[in-house]
């Protein structure tokens, strides 16, 4: 209900019967209403003309009273406006429409449509732009029927159309997606502006009908720059890149003057299409015009920048802007350029400056949103690093970000591939709002956690609860599987996705189908599934497949993959090292150098094995054979005291994994410092007893 204090009995009276109506039709929300408010409005200006009126007694002549009332609304000081409206003895359609206009634009519908109640009721006939305005409203309630009502009003009552309010009409049709009848109504204008033909191309782009939107933008006889923006962003949103670019080269090739959203548009543009080149020239462009320092210009060129992975050239971007954040600290533009560069470094895997830039933001007292939060969990989760993602997670409850199911997502993921499968669940249970986000999110960690069976039933309440399961949320149902050995379930899972869902299999869904069977030693049906389903042409296929010959010790179906594989990817370091290891094991030397040989004369170069550690705030990294460490005397001591102890209780090492024609002894001794041993020994002696070791590896 609303303050009597600012609200006239009377229409406090006629709102609360009003929303009493149409409270199943409308889900009011009182934050319409935030124009309310304990504390004193400022009076206008002019407020001594309003005195100087009551004195005079001239505030009795209505064209003064609507002068007034026009200046309150204005200045959208809406408490005297509506004080000022109540105590006018005489009002006519002019005061109306600036009472209706004026609540229309703050937003509040609600009461608009109330108001536009009273004027009927006065018996006050409403002009052409009293109208538009009640539409206008209606759009944004998407109230169909109560439009339709106005409609008919309008047409009962002889009103006269302009193009304005047709314009109205037509955007309130296409806003409520009765798409029939404005495609009528569009049909029918006799007029037909600018604003006319943006509003039914609007219309064709927000129902993906890109091919009838680009027609009615050439049917257009003078096209302006809104037009021009409106069609390039509407293509490009639809996923017609290339459709878009052609016609913002159109655009200047006939001379339409660009504006700062057109250059914004561009950049976002050449980001989805990563045109380093295109992106330089338009650059340059905005530099040669001065319109660089526009605040949406200078976050899509950083944007861009990131999207290409030029990071160097997106953070001289950045840095010529953090001079002017100095002077207006906390700004809009500042959260959301430095939310760009965080998003750009987390992109391009530059994990430890997105940390610093991120840190440097909280030291800075700078406001973080969500999507810069998302991000950093998400950098998190990739590096393994769970003391900053725990601090992140304090963060998000200090700063009062309600945990989502988005964002709780990202706090799942980020527990899970640190290791903590416990406090995801604990996420998990704690969001009420569950959507087929968090729930794939849950599925999904609990497969990296090898509990299929856990898995699976998460994926089964998941049906029961009537949450329409995803491509996403199928690919970790199948992961789970395969790791589990659930062939059977796995299978039915496939079945399902395909046959009751709809969904058509992607690379994932089927390099986890290969996965499934080739984990449970079925190499002939995996070779069958590839055969039925033709997915000849997948890499990952293969890969998957290769793998599964390699941890079955197939020689001879290894080969065959192998040389399927090599022929799609040439120059791919994978297909020759899994080859090369199972010659190894079964000690065929020459064929191992031969592929080794092979990779050299190709340029064929192998990405090397990395494993890190976090311990307090330092990350450390260890490669195979490491000796750059500081203290890599005391890791080689304690490595070899472990296995010693480890030889003791039984422990031997398999000399045949080592990819080279060496002595066993020397096998052993390769394998006993890889890159994870190294990371083990070094937590053991900087760590306390009993301290959980997380250890994170690049492959």
């Known amino acids: 209900m609303f303050p009597t204090y600012l609200t006239p009995k009377k229409h406090l009276k006629n709102a609360t019967i009003f929303l009493f109506v149409f409270k ?33 007694g001239s505030v009795q002549n209505l064209n003064v009273a609507n002068h007034l009332l026009n200046v309150y609304g204005r200045s959208k000081n809406l408490s005297h406006a509506l004080k000022l409206f109540d105590e006018m003895s005489h009002r006519d359609v002019r005061t109306w429409t600036i009472i209706v206009s004026t609540f229309a634009r703050v937003g509040s519908n609600m009461i608009v449509l109330e108001l536009f109640n009273d004027m009927q009721n006065e018996g006050v006939k409403p002009n052409q732009f009293t109208l538009s305005s009640v539409l206008k409203c209606c759009s ?27 314009n109205a009409l037509l955007d309130f049709y296409v806003k409520c997606e009765d798409f029939g009848s404005a495609k009528w109504l569009f049909e029918l204008m006799g007029e037909r502006t600018s604003v006319t033909w943006n509003i039914m191309i609007g219309a064709h782009l927000n129902t993906g009908d890109v091919d009838k939107a680009v027609d009615l933008f050439r049917r257009l006889s003078f096209k302006d ?42 950049l976002v543009l050449v980001s989805s299409l990563i045109d380093l080149e295109l992106g330089k020239q338009i650059h340059g462009r905005v530099l040669r015009l001065g319109i660089h320092v526009d605040g949406f210009i200078r976050n899509s060129l950083i944007d861009m920048y990131c999207k290409c992975g030029k990071m160097e050239l997106a953070s001289k971007v950045f840095e010529k802007m953090d001079m002017d954040f100095r002077r207006e600290e906390n700004s809009i533009e500042e959260i959301i350029s430095r939310s760009s560069i965080i998003s750009g470094l987390i992109l391009n895997c530059e994990f430890e400056d997105a940390f610093k830039t991120f840190t440097s933001m909280i030291h800075k007292e700078i406001e973080v949103d969500r999507f810069t939060v998302t991000g950093i969990l998400s950098a998190c989760a990739n590096c393994g690093v769970l003391q900053l993602g725990q601090q992140v997670h304090a963060l998000i409850q200090k700063i009062g970000h309600k945990v989502d199911a988005y964002l709780g997502s990202s706090l799942i993921d980020m527990y899970a591939k640190c290791g903590n499968l416990g406090d995801a669940q604990m996420i998990f249970k704690q969001t009420n709002d569950k959507n087929v986000v968090l729930w794939t999110s849950m599925i999904s960690s609990c497969a990296l956690h090898g509990q299929g069976r856990e898995a699976v039933q998460l994926f089964e309440f998941l049906t029961s609860e009537g949450i329409m399961p995803n491509e ?3 690919i970790a149902v199948l992961t789970a599987c395969s790791h589990a050995g659930l062939v059977e379930e796995g299978c039915r899972y496939f079945r399902l996705m395909k046959e009751v869902y709809g969904i058509k299999p992607g690379v994932e869904h089927f390099t986890c189908m290969v996965d499934l069977y080739g984990r449970a030693g079925q190499l002939s049906e995996t070779k069958k599934f590839i055969d039925e389903n033709g997915i000849y042409h997948m890499s990952a ?14 020689v001879e179906m290894a080969e065959w993959v192998s040389e399927k594989l090599l022929r799609l990817e040439p120059l791919d370091a994978g297909p020759y090292v899994l080859l090369s290891n ?12 031969e592929l080794r040989s092979l990779m050299q004369s190709r340029g064929v170069k192998k990405h090397p094995g ?27 001591a304690y490595l070899d ?15 045949k994994l080592v990819m080279q024609d060496v002595e066993e002894e020397q096998g052993k001794m390769l394998l006993g410092f890889h890159s994870e041993k190294f990371a083990t020994a070094y937590s053991i002696i900087s760590t306390t007893s009993q301290t959980p070791i997380r250890i994170m590896k690049n492959l």
């Open 610 to 636: 990395q494993s890190w550690i976090q311990i307090k705030d330092q990350v450390h990294t260890f490669v195979m054979g490491d000796r750059s460490h500081p203290q890599k005397d005391e890791i080689y």
């Open 582 to 593: 199972i010659c190894a094991t079964k000690q065929r030397w020459e064929e191992a150098t």
């Open 472 to 474: 996403v949320t199928f």
């Open 24 to 56: 199943k039709i409308v889900p009011y929300s009182f934050n319409q209403c935030k124009f309310y408010s304990n504390q004193s409005l400022p009076l206008p200006t002019d407020n001594s003309r309003h005195a100087k009126a009551i004195k005079d």
């Open 541 to 554: 296929v293969w890969r998957s497949f290769l793998s599964s010959c390699l941890l079955h010790r197939n």
């Open 140 to 166: 944004s309630l998407s109230e169909l029927r109560i439009g339709k009502g106005v409609h008919g009003w309008i047409l009962r009552n002889g009103v006269a159309f302009d193009v304005v309010l047709e």
């Open 641 to 655: 005291k472990l296995i010693g102890r480890l030889r003791e209780i039984g422990y031997s090492f398999d000399a």
């Open 225 to 266: 720059v809104a037009g021009w923006n409106t069609i390039i962003n509407g293509v490009m949103r639809n996923g017609f890149e290339r459709i878009a670019l052609k016609l913002l080269f159109e655009m200047v090739k006939g001379g339409t003057l660009l504006n700062e959203v057109t250059f914004s548009i561009a």
